[in-house]
């Protein structure tokens, strides 16, 4: 981020506008700003690895995308992206004219951002700890020109860690829409990421359970492999929502890999059938009405020429 003291910073003074709290509150001022033009931030997660929560995330973004809403999707599962490889997004993110990083369009109303693609060589590992993952998530927002958004659906990778912790600090009105499968194992770790949201003040907008029966591809019936309805109970049991069931289905996966998600394709699988029904549950639970709010009436104009942001504090500048 850039910041213009002018002369107003002497020189002798070895201006505080680039000490650490002064960048602190501008990073602050540029996250307010962005998330004041977003209507509805949707976290995607679940304490278990392996249930699908990519495919949820994209496909939910693409089915609220075809419905007319402006979206975002931020994928934040950083030492496992695959949100741009499942839209068949390869190109690098550009910048705007203010230095601002843009984010990949995958159609005329869904813009997409994850770390891989900012990376030179894709397969490499992000070998990071804590705080530089938490300062990766907090410059997705402040960095990134989202613009006006009806809705930001953010993919988390699995657990209560420093990702989804980050976004629940960050993003104050931030809810939760937790996935599972049908096994007891998953549920057990699913309970975590209910109780964790309970203890940072996440709210849950409801429970999905993926992978909830097996659909042939040559007959069309459907099979309980990884049983059923342990995701409505645990949901029942949590007085959470319940937002549906997405059976298993072989052309979700091939959809993947193709960088096509499954919804985008249209048909009447089952699969697609119980996403469409999951996106217009989550947009019942947020609707949106009416144009997308303007930014934050306290964020500062944009010419500040303070390193705070415009609002000077002389314990962060000496402007």
Same mark, same amino acid.
């Given at each position: ?31 307010? #700003? ?17 249930? %699908?929560?990519?495919?949820? +995330? ?6 609220? !995308? ?5 979206? &975002? ?20 993110? %550009? ?8 984010? $990949?369009? !995958? ?22 700890? &804590?705080? $530089? #993952?938490?300062? +990766? ?14 809705? $930001? ?18 993003? #104050? ?24 949201? %309970? ?27 990884? #049983?059923?309805? &342990? ?16 059976? @298993? ?13 499954? @919804? ?31 930014? $934050? +009436?306290? +964020? ?20």
């Amino acid at each position: 981020m850039s910041s213009s003291c002018g002369a107003k910073c002497g020189d002798e003074k070895q201006s505080t506008c680039s000490s650490r709290p002064a960048v602190a509150a501008r990073e602050k001022v540029n996250i307010d #700003k962005a998330l004041g033009r977003i209507r509805h931030k949707i976290l995607v997660m679940s304490g278990k690895g392996g249930v %699908g929560k990519s495919t949820v +995330a994209v496909n939910l973004a693409v089915g609220l !995308a075809d419905k007319g809403f402006k979206v &975002g999707l931020m994928d934040v599962d950083l030492h496992g992206p695959d949100i741009c490889r499942m839209l068949n997004l390869s190109e690098t993110p %550009g910048s705007s004219a203010e230095g601002r990083i843009t984010p $990949l369009a !995958a159609g005329e109303r869904l813009r997409v951002m994850s770390l891989e693609n900012m990376m030179e060589n894709r397969d490499d590992p992000i070998i990071w700890r &804590g705080p $530089l #993952k938490n300062q +990766a998530i907090r410059r997705f927002i402040a960095d990134v020109e989202w613009g006006e958004l009806d809705y $930001l659906v953010i993919d988390a990778p699995p657990g209560t860690g420093d990702e989804p912790m980050t976004v629940a600090q960050t993003i #104050k009105d931030a809810k939760a829409l937790v996935v599972t499968t049908p096994q007891q194992v998953a549920l057990a770790d699913v309970r975590k990421s209910i109780n964790f949201c %309970g203890h940072v003040g996440l709210q849950i907008i409801g429970l999905v359970e993926n992978m909830s029966g097996f659909v042939c591809p040559h007959c069309g019936k459907t099979s309980e492999l990884f #049983k059923s309805g &342990g995701g409505e109970q645990l949901a029942a049991a949590g007085n959470l929502p319940f937002l549906g069931r997405i059976p @298993l289905d072989p052309r979700v996966m091939l959809a993947g890999d193709d960088g096509s998600p499954f @919804l985008s394709g249209g048909g009447k699988s089952p699969a697609v059938i119980a996403m469409n029904e999951l996106v217009t549950r989550v947009n019942a639970a947020l609707p949106v009405a009416g144009a997308v709010p303007p930014s $934050l +009436a306290s +964020a500062p104009a944009a010419n500040s020429t303070c390193g705070c942001g415009g609002k000077c504090d002389p314990n962060l500048c000496d402007c």
